[in-house]
T-cell receptor
Framework: AQSVSQHNHHVILSEAASLELGCNYSYGGTVNLFWYVQYPGQHLQLLLK??????LVKGIKGFEAEFIKSKFSFNLRKPSVQWSDTAEYFC????????????FGAGTTVTVRA | DSGVTQTPKHLITATGQRVTLRCSPR?????VYWYQQSLDQGLQFLIQYYNGEERAKGNILERFSAQQFPDLHSELNLSSLELGDSALYFC????????????FGSGTRLTVV
């Protein structure tokens, strides 16, 4: 079955530490890939997206992600986290060009300790 | 403010009841999507409407239905509510730019008691 997997359920780290969140998908064919962030009590906001071209994409707030087609992966990274990065992070895939529905991973809760 | 408006923000109701959640898309967006976010299921796509017509259907229960009106706002109707329907229901909208232009609303938190 088609799915989106996020490997880490909860990540706890200190400020200035580096962050990497894993995301794998099982869809064949062309996909559009996204990372969304949900701060406590807020709606989902787009961090970054990959449609085509350079597999290393840069998003807002210093985040970047790398698309590795051979590994069906789209991992999210940030070299140095801040306390304000505490949030839930969702990987999402759009695998159908006829509709724009997104399939989400289960999410990773990131807690950054000051 | 994302431009996608959902009402109400919170809703508490009893089992067996019926509720209606409302979503107004961002100005100019023709597509509306409904998602359910619960602790055990995560974020699940329910249904998509495009310019008044159903375009895609996900894991939506038969007790749930939706529609999109001529002014493009959408309503999600949940009936015969069960405790397990307690969740955060998000609406998102997009234009013809597709997923590139996806914008989420702040959600309606439904609690069934």
């Amino acid at each position: 079955a088609q799915s989106v997997s996020q490997h880490n359920h909860h990540v706890i780290l200190s400020e200035a530490a580096s962050l990497e969140l894993g995301c794998n998908y099982s869809y064949g064919g062309t996909v559009n890939l996204f990372w969304y962030v949900q701060y406590p009590g807020q709606h989902l906001q787009l961090l970054l997206k990959y449609f085509s071209g350079d597999p290393l994409v840069k998003g807002i707030k210093g985040f970047e992600a790398e698309f590795i087609k051979s590994k069906f992966s789209f991992n999210l990274r940030k070299p140095s986290v801040q306390w304000s990065d505490t949030a839930e992070y969702f990987c999402a895939v759009n695998a159908n060009s006829n509709d724009y529905k997104l399939s989400f991973g289960a999410g990773t809760t990131v807690t950054v300790r000051a | 403010d994302s431009g996608v408006t959902q009402t109400p923000k919170h809703l508490i109701t009893a089992t067996g009841q019926r509720v209606t959640l409302r979503c107004s898309p961002r100005s100019g967006d023709l597509s509306v999507y409904w998602y359910q976010q619960s602790l055990d299921q995560g974020l699940q796509f329910l249904i998509q409407y495009y310019n008044g017509e159903e375009r895609a259907k996900g894991n939506i229960l038969e007790r749930f239905s939706a529609q999109q009106f001529p002014d493009l706002h959408s309503e999600l109707n949940l009936s015969s509510l069960e405790l397990g329907d307690s969740a955060l229901y998000f609406c998102a909208s997009s234009g013809d730019r597709g997923p590139d232009g996806y914008t989420f609303g702040s959600g309606t938190r439904l609690t069934v008691v």
